[in-house]
């Protein structure tokens, strides 16, 4: 794959060109999200890899430019990292698909991340344990969620990463047939029966959840 990088840290940003050349794909590397815009309206990647906290003001940068090139190029596969959990900035995207939210530390964890960049890249999602966990935690009284079984979240946890039933059933080490019910199951509670297929499902759920 072609892959932009955008991270304003030169030794973070090394670090992934690094990783990247040697998983076989071919990197661009830029330090602001000026430049990730600009690099972007020249030649479209086939995957952006952001961080969401860049130059210039430091804050949400990297975020808000991920979330203006989807507008302008809905397929263009986008994966953020970040220092620390901010679901804010996976709301808007998160249900568009091949998005993906990564915190900075599962880098560390090599084959996981080089996982999520290929997921990201063919059109999947591949959301961090971390935040999918932020994104799902009830956090009031009427929370739709609270009528989920603690299976159910469990389950619903591992889909929400980006897995497959297969995946989940390898995960929980119970059958496919098992996963699937529980999906079902999951599906009629959230008032989500009409999703169409596992990759909507995900985009479906998050989508309800974070708004």
Not at 178 to 204: C, N, W, Y
Request: cysteine-free; glycine content about 6%.
């Amino acid at each position: 794959m072609r892959v932009l990088v955008a991270e304003d840290s030169a030794l973070f940003r090394e670090g992934l060109v690094r990783l990247l050349v040697d998983d076989g794909h071919t990197v661009r590397a830029v330090a602001d999200a000026g430049e990730l815009e600009a690099a972007v309206a020249e030649e479209v990647p086939d995957l952006v890899i952001a961080d969401v906290r860049m130059p210039p003001t430091m804050t949400d940068d990297g975020a808000q430019a991920a979330g203006r090139l989807r507008a302008v190029h809905p397929a263009l596969p986008i994966l953020l990292l970040s220092q620390h959990v901010e679901t804010r900035h996976a709301v808007d995207l998160v249900a568009t698909g091949a998005f993906g939210y990564v915190l900075k530390d599962r880098v560390l964890h090599v084959d996981d991340f080089l996982d999520a960049v290929r997921r990201v890249g063919a059109g999947g999602s591949a959301l961090d344990p971390v935040v999918v966990g932020a994104l799902i935690r009830p956090s009031r009284v009427d929370d739709p969620l609270a009528a989920l079984s603690a299976r159910e979240r469990e389950v619903l946890s591992l889909v929400a990463e980006g897995r497959s039933n297969t995946a989940v059933s390898a995960e929980l080490v119970v059958a496919e047939r098992t996963v699937e019910t529980h999906m079902r199951s999951i599906f009629t509670k959230l008032g989500l029966v009409d999703s169409p297929d596992a990759h909507r499902r995900v985009q479906a759920v998050l989508a309800f959840l974070t708004r």
